[in-house]
């Protein structure tokens, strides 16, 4: 089992500029945030393939984040610009252990961290 860590959460005001990271313990291969809102279902944010060739967003980030990853360090890093009071949510990093397609189902993952949270004012 791969550990991940995420860091870099907090609180900003609506239009700031956020970065959280997560490190694993391990080599992982895909690897994709996901958040929770409260009273909401967790919902695919983002995800990036092993060399860093292949990213993918949902629609409610694309042009605002974006996945980068060191594979040296062992770290993923979601930088969140133009931040929306509805990005305020829990965010989870994830990682599959075997497949290189950053998938945005959350049943594809292997390996989650404990979420840290994100809360954007207006």
């Known amino acids: 089992q791969v550990q991940l860590v995420e860091s870099g959460g907090g609180l900003v005001q609506a239009g700031a500029s956020l970065r959280v990271s997560c490190t694993a313990s391990?080599?992982?291969?895909?690897k994709g945030w996901f958040r929770q809102a409260p009273g909401k279902v967790r919902q695919f944010v983002g995800g990036?393939?092993?060399?860093?060739?292949?990213?993918r967003y949902a629609d409610s980030v694309k042009g605002r984040f974006i996945i980068s990853r060191d594979n040296v360090k062992n770290t993923v890093t979601l930088e969140m610009n133009n931040l929306k009071p509805e990005d305020t949510a829990v965010y989870f990093c994830?990682?599959?252990?075997?497949?290189?397609?950053?998938?945005?189902?959350?049943?594809?993952?292997?390996?989650w961290g404990q979420g840290t949270q994100v809360t954007v004012s207006s």
């Open positions: 994830a990682a599959r252990r075997y497949n290189a397609y950053p998938s945005e189902f959350d049943r594809d993952y292997d390996d």
């Open positions: 391990g080599r992982t291969f895909a």
């Open positions: 990036i393939s092993p060399s860093g060739g292949t990213t």
